[in-house]
């Protein structure tokens, strides 16, 4: 097994370069239903798959955000605006956090800031949010790079494939390391809003 670590790590810092985010201004202005959320939502989030069949949202999903009060109910059947940028943000929220902890997180979102009940609307707050993320990719493209170079310098009197596979492994592992304790802070913060 020859694994061009170069090779991916460029394609990696690649695909970073193209990470975008879903604009207010092209999600309908117009109230959805169901069929035309996931439509919406699976064009819109299609880079984002893993996996072909991979599913990104499904009526299943959104009835049991609703039902577990992460997201408010539609009003007739029909989605407004600021149920699909709420729909985005436990599309993001469901690869790390629990459905407990996404509930805690945006209840005070829906709350506060949902239909305009607040000091700033649902599509400013997202702009915000989203304008901060694209700020963070070069310094986050400098983080893997690290990462890679520290890896590189591992189990480097080994035969070559035993070093390239274990290099990959520590690569991984270096990365994997940061999501964790990212996640354990996510996970405090969020806790610190129980105690509030």
């Known amino acids: ?43 819109q989030l299609a880079s984002t798959k893993r996996h072909e069949d991979d599913k990104i949202l499904t009526k299943t999903m959104i009835n049991n955000y609703a039902k577990n009060n992460l997201l408010p109910p539609p009003v007739k059947k029909k989605y407004s ?12 929220f469901k690869n790390i956090l629990s459905i407990k902890d996404i509930e805690s997180l945006l209840k005070p979102i829906t709350e506060n800031y949902f239909d305009g009940n607040g000091s700033i609307d649902m599509s400013s707050l997202y702009e915000e949010i989203c304008r901060i993320e694209k700020e963070r990719i070069e310094p986050l493209k400098e983080t893997v790079k690290t990462a890679h170079e520290q890896a590189e310098t591992t189990f480097t009197d080994l035969p070559d494939k035993d070093r390239e596979y274990l290099q990959l492994f520590t690569f991984i592992c270096n990365l994997s390391f940061d999501v964790y304790v990212k996640k354990q802070l996510i996970e405090k913060l969020i806790d610190s809003l129980k105690e509030t």
């Open 81 to 92: 605006k600021e149920h699909v940028l709420i729909l985005i943000f436990i599309y993001y």
């Open 1 to 43: 097994m020859t694994i061009n670590t170069n090779d991916m790590l460029n394609s990696i810092l690649e695909s970073l370069s193209r990470i975008d985010y879903i604009h207010p201004g092209d999600i309908p202005n117009i109230d959805l239903y169901m069929d035309q959320v996931t439509t919406f939502m699976d064009s």
